[in-house]
């Protein structure tokens, strides 16, 4: 158990919907990250949060965004959902600023049908 | 810009054997490299990390990986390979100075009896 809590577990939703994906970080933890993982595409970093201020961003879609809330934990908001969004979403968490161990959840698998 | 590439997407040894996963990466600063482990329908696992310290890193599981600047690699081995090694391995790769994260597509391992 990495300390990383992530709901809902699976997610099944069809087409056009919006969801939100939650992430809680380790005790602690002030950074956030958040992964998208597909068969085609590999692991994909989407973006990070540190102490509520968003650091970096990767390959996010704009229906994609997220938030780090005063409590630390994180939300991930995926919006007009497509086929192609169908995947596993990952959250990890690390301590601070120079911290280089990242700490995994167990996952979203969210299914768009 | 950062990259890594992770040689073979599946690798079949016998238990007991040796396990030797590839992994090299592309960065224009020192990189800080990472190896973590996925069983199925888990998270990430970290296995070991570089981080500019010794080049010969020690991970759990009796895993280890050395940093040859040279040759830009960060290969995973074990000596002898355990039928709970069966699983994916990423290589990661954050450039010092920045926040991301990148991560290879993967090498899933399959340990034969």
């Known amino acids: 158990d990495s300390g990383v809590t992530q709901t809902p577990k699976h997610l099944i939703t069809a087409t056009g919907q919006r969801v939100t994906l939650r992430c809680s970080p380790r005790?602690?933890?002030?950074?956030v990250y958040w992964y998208q993982q597909s068969l085609d595409q590999g692991l994909q970093f989407l973006i990070q949060?540190?102490?509520?201020?968003?650091?970096a961003k990767g390959n996010i879609l704009e229906r994609f965004s997220a938030q780090q809330f005063p409590d630390l934990h994180s939300e991930l908001n995926l919006s007009s959902l497509e086929l192609g969004d169908s995947a596993l979403y990952f959250c990890?968490?690390?301590?601070?600023?120079?911290?280089?161990?990242?700490?995994f959840g167990p996952g979203t698998r969210l299914t768009v049908t | 810009a950062q990259s890594v590439t992770q040689l073979g997407s599946h690798v079949s040894v016998s238990e007991g054997a040796l396990v030797l996963l590839r992994c090299n990466y592309s960065?224009?600063?020192?990189?800080?490299l990472f190896w973590y482990v996925q069983y199925p329908n888990q998270g990430l696992q970290l296995l070991l990390k570089y981080t500019s310290a010794a080049t010969l890193v020690k991970g759990i599981n009796g895993f280890e990986a050395e940093f040859k600047k040279s040759e830009t690699s960060f290969h995973l081995t074990k000596p002898s390979a355990h039928m709970s090694d069966a699983a994916e391995y990423f290589c990661a790769v954050r450039a010092s100075g920045t926040y991301k994260y990148i991560f290879g597509t993967g090498t899933r391992l399959k340990v034969l009896a």
């Open positions: 005790s602690g933890d002030l950074s």
């Open positions: 949060y540190y102490n509520g201020e968003e650091r």
């Open positions: 990890a968490s690390t301590r601070g600023r120079e911290a280089y161990e990242q700490y």
């Open positions: 960065s224009s600063v020192p990189p800080y």
